[in-house]
């Protein structure tokens, strides 16, 4: 079956601009979470959706968003970027909220010039 | 808050041998799961082994090992006859169990650097 689908692979976004990633996960998978992964700060949690309801998040500022829509697709907004918002963003989905097999894609790497 | 340490940044192995990757974690939970996950060039995480703090056989998958010490808060990996495609960066991560509005939530620990000798 097709794994969890991240795009665009590759972003480069200038700084104050505003960018959206998407995730299309598992066929049949409900849950769907995100994370940052930076060379400094490592892997961070941002939020975790579930049936289209954001059910955890992270200690991020405001700018960070998100929302999943009604076939479990998610979209993440970052407004206002910075440079320290370069980083590579990893999707992963599961059937539910709390799904110990979460299973990521591989992730959209961002770059604020 | 749950923490995940993994001392080691880098470690090496020669093709064949084994490694033992280390990772401690603080929680005050006492039902939680922990999680090792492999993270290759390709920059997918794959979930190599699962946990589950309840139980207290260690897990096994094929080549791939933990030694769990619960009262320790030390979960380690140990991966038999190591081979070139094991190379890659490992994490720890920890998950509560269930309840609460944290657990969804993966903590994952700061990752160590495998490299396999041929």
């Known amino acids: 079956k097709a794994g969890v689908t991240q795009t665009p692979r590759y972003l480069i976004k200038t700084r104050g601009q505003q960018v959206t990633l998407s995730c299309s996960p598992i066929?049949?998978?409900?849950?769907v979470s995100w994370y940052q992964q930076t060379p400094g700060q490592g892997l961070q949690f941002l939020f975790e959706?579930?049936?289209?309801?954001?059910?955890n998040k992270g200690n991020f500022p405001g700018r960070f968003s998100g929302r999943q829509f009604s076939n479990s697709r998610s979209e993440m907004n970052v407004s206002t970027l910075e440079l320290g918002d370069s980083a590579l963003y990893l999707c992963?989905?599961?059937?539910?909220?709390?799904?110990?097999?979460?299973?990521f894609g591989s992730g959209t790497r961002l770059t604020v010039v | 808050a749950q923490t995940v340490t993994q001392s080691q940044p880098e470690m090496s192995v020669q093709e064949a041998e084994t490694v033992t990757l280390s990772c401690t974690y603080d929680?005050?939970?006492?039902?939680?799961?922990l999680f090792w996950y492999k993270q290759p060039p390709s920059r997918q995480m794959i979930l190599v082994i699962r946990?589950?703090?309840?139980?207290?056989q260690n897990a096994t998958e094929n080549r791939f090992s933990v030694n769990f010490q619960k009262a320790a808060k030390s979960f380690s990996l140990k991966i038999s006859d190591s081979q070139l495609g094991d190379a890659a960066m490992y994490f720890c991560?920890?998950?509560?169990?269930?309840?609460?509005?944290?657990?969804?939530?993966?903590?994952f620990g700061q990752g160590t650097i495998l490299t396999v000798h041929p």
């Open positions: 992963a989905s599961g059937r539910e909220v709390g799904e110990h097999g979460y299973t």
């Open positions: 066929s049949g998978h409900r849950s």
């Open positions: 959706y579930f049936s289209e309801t954001q059910r």
């Open positions: 929680t005050s939970e006492s039902d939680y799961y």
């Open positions: 946990q589950e703090a309840y139980k207290q």
């Open positions: 991560a920890y998950r509560r169990r269930a309840g609460g509005t944290s657990y969804g939530k993966l903590t």
